[in-house]
């Protein structure tokens, strides 16, 4: 199930984006060894903000209910960006509204490990001095 859903986001990824490496060559190789992508950084990156930006696909509807609050405890309706097909999600908006529990349910898909990423985004926030540089904006 998880290969079958990385081949479908990496096909999404290999069909609309357009990467700055000239790839037009190794596309077909691309397209039937996804492990490739481990190979070089430049396209792994590309590929991992592809999907943090436009790749979990989602149902109909304009507007994504979330699972979990945020810290402040708001259950925040996102919006979604229609496709031909499904809708997606810019997980940045629900990454920027801190909600690391709902970001790893949209990357993940579960809450396993939740407590150790929420520490890690805390250290990252200490470490960046996000109350003083971000929240005063």
Request: charged share 25%.
């Amino acid at each position: 199930m998880i290969r079958l859903k990385v081949r479908s986001i990496l096909r999404q990824f290999m069909k609309n984006m357009t990467i700055w490496v000239d790839i037009r060559k190794m596309n077909n190789d691309y397209k039937k060894n996804y492990s490739l992508l481990n190979q070089d950084l430049h396209l792994a990156v590309d590929a991992s903000g592809y999907f943090w930006k436009r790749g979990k696909l989602l149902n109909a509807g304009n507007l994504l209910s979330v699972r979990y609050p945020n810290p402040s405890g708001v259950k925040v309706k996102y919006p979604k960006t229609k496709l031909s097909i499904h809708t997606t999600i810019d997980i940045n908006l629900v990454a920027d509204d801190d909600n690391t529990r709902q970001v790893k349910f949209l990357v993940n898909g579960g809450q396993s490990s939740i407590e150790e990423r929420i520490s890690y985004v805390n250290e990252l926030k200490r470490i960046f001095n996000y109350e003083s540089n971000y929240l005063k904006k």
